[in-house]
């Protein structure tokens, strides 16, 4: 059996067509709305992905802007360019890249970008909408791949899904909205003893844990769904050599590149087994810019309605 492949740039070109009309209007009847990007010091995969971010805005007609302070900046400093940012009328959305490094404090900064412009949905104001299941800013990544079962038509309600990983911007979040969908949701992280038996239960697994090819064909129930969030460069030549036994083939872009990315799920073994599965690269990735651009346009929507009338001139 061969799964079916789960295409994440046909779903982010179906989003991003929707938002256009709504981004021409905004930009007609006021202002296009407005992104800053901070990435902060020079992590390459950070880069990588806010590069894809400012284009894609770029693309659509969102303003965006991006501030790149060195990795030595310090929490109040940070804090002062937040600051300056909440207080643009311009701007209706703030996405701090993450991780920041170890010197920064990730939660004030969390913390310090106003609510409703919080783009990511990391402010506890917005987490806690989530967790009561109220409108808000949801986390891109778990919300793209919402849209993606949802436009698969993979029915959520009653399945037993499993999410493997519990960080704050996929685990928990992703288990919530599939919870919210009246799935069955067990969490799993790297501690829960027998992962495969608990994988093996799912018929929906999310694995969103980094590491490379940890989801065998032993943890996947025959037929199931597979979502892969992990991106997991490679360079490791003896490593590839052995998730690729059976497809030397696929050893071909290590040879070219010096590196080969690869999910959380084994890439040979995952679509034997599972029913539908998100490629890597081209799977989950285009859809959390997808929703980050969905988030700034609601956001921009939203601030509009918000914001005081301008005073009638006579
Ligand atoms: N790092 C990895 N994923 C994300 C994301 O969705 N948002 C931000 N801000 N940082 C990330």
Redesign the pocket.
Known sequence: MSARLLDGKKIRDQILAELAPQVHSLAAAHRPPGLAVILVGDNPA?AI?VRSKVAACHELGIHSEQLTPPASISTSELLSLIDNLNRRDDIDGI?????LPPQIDSRAVLLAIRPDKDV?G?HPFNVGNLVAGSPGPR???PAGIMEMLLRYDIPVEGRRAVVVGRSD?VGKPMALMLLHRNATVTICHSRTPGLAAECRRADILVAAIGKPALITADFIQPGATVIDVGMNRITDPALAARIFARRPDRLTQLAAKGSILIGDVHPVEGPEVAGALTPVPGGVGPL?IAMLMSNTVRSAESRLLAAPAAPCSS
């Open positions: 950070s992905y996405l701090v890249q993450m991780p990511d990391f986390a891109c990544t911007i959390t």
